[in-house]
């Protein structure tokens, strides 16, 4: 089981980035897929969740700026990062599991390798 994101880069403040999450060994829709980050010096911090029935949970810092949404055919998740802010640079990394709360990390088994999104004021 594998999971790998892709779609990170380099945007200006106020920009726009599409986070894909795509997996191979397993089905992602039956699984809860969160998403987390981790700037330079911080702990990893949980940016939303969506669960195998697509409801859905976004942290307060992205909470109107981000989305997530799945696409099952392709067996991907993807995270709408909007109105991109330079504090939003880290790495952002998606895990699977079935997890108690969406914003702890420890309770997903699977994670990606993650990719870097930079934000530029």
């Known amino acids: 089981e594998r999971l790998v994101e892709s779609g990170g880069g380099l945007v200006q403040a106020g920009g726009s980035l599409r986070l894909s999450c795509t997996a191979s060994?397993?089905?992602?829709?039956?699984?809860?897929i969160g998403w987390f980050r981790q700037a330079p010096g911080k702990g990893r911090e949980g940016v939303g969740c969506?669960?195998?029935?697509?409801?859905?949970y976004y942290s307060d810092s992205v909470k109107g700026r981000f989305s997530i949404s799945k696409d099952d055919f392709k067996n991907a998740i993807y995270l709408h990062a909007n109105s991109l802010k330079p504090e939003d640079t880290a790495v952002y990394y998606c895990?699977?599991?079935?997890?108690?709360?969406?914003?702890?990390?420890?309770?997903?088994?699977?994670w990606g390798q993650g990719t870097q999104v930079t934000v530029s004021s």
């Open positions: 060994g397993f089905d992602l829709d039956a699984w809860a």
């Open positions: 895990a699977a599991g079935n997890p108690r709360y969406a914003d702890h990390a420890h309770e997903y088994d699977y």
């Open positions: 969506i669960s195998s029935d697509s409801s859905t």
